[in-house]
């Protein structure tokens, strides 16, 4: 089930690094961002290239049992990251739009799984 986890993580982390690297106008817009010729740069590096580099930790950690642990904390911590600066955002800023709220809702869903898979893991481990 971890391994399934992580590859499916890590393919979802990979199109859409792909998508924000060669596309990135077209998700900023859906994500309501508006965007420069140097802000397009901004999105292709922080969102393309660490959406990226997240599939490829993943999909590493994917060929080693070793490794679960750690992708799943990595996921984990960063999505309770994300997830909690999205929420403060939302309560500051106002009402989400339909991007935002598909995001929370993966995100929510990726911290959930992410901590039962690692309960799994302790249970396992005893």
């Known amino acids: 089930m971890t391994l ?14 792909i998508i924000y690297l060669l596309f990135p106008a077209g998700l900023a817009q859906s994500a309501g961002l508006q965007y420069s010729t140097s802000g397009l740069t901004d999105i292709r590096a922080t969102y393309g290239g660490f959406q990226i580099g997240l599939a490829l930790f993943l999909g590493w950690s994917a060929l080693n049992p070793d490794r679960y642990r750690a ?10 990251s994300v997830g ?16 935002h ?13 992410s901590t039962w898979l690692l309960r799994c893991l302790a249970i396992n481990a005893k």
Not at 71 to 80: S, Y
């Open 4 to 17: 399934l986890f992580l590859l499916l993580n890590a393919a979802l982390f990979l199109v859409f690094g």
């Open 71 to 80: 992708a799943l904390m990595a996921l984990l911590l960063i999505f309770a």
């Open 84 to 99: 909690g600066s999205r929420l403060y955002g939302l309560s500051i800023d106002g009402a989400p739009n339909l991007f």
């Open 101 to 113: 709220s598909i995001a929370l809702t993966f995100e929510l869903a990726v911290i959930a799984f």
